[in-house]
């Protein structure tokens, strides 16, 4: 990917001559000849790096500098002037620049500060990215198992994973979707940028609009401040859409055109934003069917499938359910400070024998209220309280013996899901709590509404 630099200089001259320079170097350029230009480009075009002349017909370098506060933003800015003392060197360093040179430029003293900026800036990116990860806890492995169909899967991934195609996953409900966008990410150009994930599903065309775009302040009843979309959170890293099929329909064609032309508008606002954007979607959905009944846009779907992964269920891949049980126990277990303990033989047969219509989702929540049953080394068939051939038991409202106040709250939830038929307003109404703190515990939980349509 190209890094995109702004100069902001009222000489044509000086600002052809830099330009010119700057693209034989491989860099895309954004002109701007005011402070008020300068501004709106910065915020608009998203650049990674900077170039402000310290004299212009409406102010000084200094005054946009403060008007940015391009150092919180971790781009770059050098600043250029006819008039170089140190006094101003400083000033302009206090203020935010990164460098400063007396015109004209040397051009190849230039062009080694911004390379050297933009590298010490990757570098600090790698090493936040490789401190999150450390202290996050892992992520389960997308391919965990030896049957034919996830090593099938395994070898498609794969042969995508370095790519910056857009991706569209498809697979029940449970089946991991999630869990391999974020491996994609994380093997892709793009794994030292930010990974941005937002479900689809249960979510109005409004509320779904302000995620995605963000909104100006006064764009709408309620919007008391700008607020930035998750479009913006990710430039330069991945868009993760979960359920994209149930995207409300008015909302796919802006969505479309910010997806073709990295370029889309706030809500409420005049000015046009630049992102950079991969985008990964997944869907438990027949989107080709969605599209004949209307609901999901025919170009918008040809343009989130250009490569197509689709997560073997559960069902399909029996031979794999102890090691994934295996898997889920240790993650479970190191998330309550506990040594991870063993599956028994029988244990493991039982869960082997299972339909799983909540695929890997469902087996998680199985074994977390086993293991706080269990409370030993040794998690047995006792504890699963499952029934040989059948799928999972009904949630039941009322709690088991052993069962933690969060397994209570989740299984309530579910309960309220399934009495509404999986509306997210009348179940925030019925539990009495604000929608988005439902969607919080929702994403906590790991709860998908749609599973609980009829």
Partial sequence: MK??????EDEPAVRRAVRRHLEREGFEVVEAATILQGEVAFRSERPDAAVFDYNLPDGTATDLLRALDPRALGVPVVVLTGEGTIDLAVQCMQDGAESFLTKPPEMETLTGILQRALETRRIYR???????????????????????????????ARLVAESDASVLILGETGSGKGVLARWLHAQGP??????????????????????????ARGAFTGAVAEKQGLMEVAHR??????????????????????????????????????????????THRHLAKRVEEGVFRADLYYRVNTVILEAPALRERPEDIGEIADSLLRRLAKDLSESPPTLTREAKELLAGQSWPGNIRELRNVLERALLESRGAEVKRKHLRLHVGAGTPPLSVHPAPMASLA???????????????????????????????????????????????A
């Fill in 190 to 215: 793009r794994s030292q940028e930010a990974f941005i994930d937002l479900n689809c599903a249960g979510l109005s065309r409004e509320l779904l609009e302000s995620e995605l775009f963000g909104h």
């Fill in 237 to 282: 890293g991945t868009l993760f859409l979960d359920e994209i099929g149930d995207m409300d329909i008015m909302v796919q064609p802006k969505f479309l055109t910010a997806i073709e032309e990295q370029r889309f508008r706030r809500l409420g606002d005049i000015k046009d934003r630049s992102v950079d954007v991969r985008l990964i979607s997944a």
């Fill in 126 to 156: 790698r090493a936040v990215a490789a401190e999150r990860k450390e202290l996050a806890p892992g992520e389960l492995d997308p391919f965990v198992g030896t049957s034919s169909a996830i090593r099938r899967f395994e070898e498609d």
């Fill in 3 to 8: 890094h995109r630099v702004l100069i902001v």
């Fill in 407 to 453: 397994d209570l709250e989740r299984t309530h939830i579910e309960s309220v899901l399934e009495q509404v038929r999986g509306s997210v307003d009348k179940a925030a109404k019925q539990l009495e709590i604000p929608r988005s703190t439902l969607y919080q515990k929702l994403k906590v939980f790991g709860i998908d509404p749609s599973h609980f349509r």
